[in-house]
């Protein structure tokens, strides 16, 4: 559930919004299944068996970091680490929209966006290397906005730099601006640049995300959940 009641939250996202800024794992795309297959080739190679990939789904959002840490337990500063990461990154690279696909609704919402004249963009922590030809293959990097990737700011989400970088790109003022995430690094990083958030609760949050505590504005269910704020 929101943070507040729906009533006191409507009014809050109603204001003026001319720009909706997404993340991009778990939020637009389910990439679970091809991050999966990556993590699992790194194990084969090792002679390990194949991690179950709804074992890994919970951490998707977690990044390589994450991703690494469930299959293999370990971490930054760890043996092997850094050579594992790589290699992990580079199987991710070759294979990275085999099952992919958007989550249903997105489409719908996107178009809906753009035909009330507002635009949308996306802020991610993934690297762009993955992140242009990820939203080239599923037919969305012409239409954003803007696209800020993790390497791309100074500094990563939970900073709020990659959304200040966008907002900057797209000569909009903060109070005019929403993201959307399913991450806690997500809201932290909106409410730090002072856009309003919304938690994406669709995407790979575990039984044990207390969505409530994020301090974000609304919580959505379905993408297109969104757009009833909007009108």
Known sequence: MPKESVSSVAPALQARTTLVLFDLDGTLVDTAEDLAAAVNQCRIRRR???????DLRPWTSHGARGLIRQAFGIGPGDAGYEELRAEFLDH?????CVHSRLYQGVQ???????????RWGVV??????????LLRALGLESRAACVVSGDTAARPKPDPAP??????ECATPAGECIYVGDDPRDIEAGRAAGVRTVVAAYGYLGGADDVAAWGADLVIGRPEEL???LE
């Open 48 to 54: 390990l068996a194949p991690t179950p990939p709804q």
């Open 92 to 96: 991710y690279e070759q294979a990275l």
């Open 108 to 118: 719908q919402t996107l178009a809906a966006i753009e035909a009330s004249q507002r």
């Open 124 to 133: 991610t922590n993934k690297p762009a290397r993955f992140t242009g030809p």
């Open 163 to 168: 959304i200040l970088r966008a907002l900057q």
């Open 227 to 229: 757009l009833a704020w």
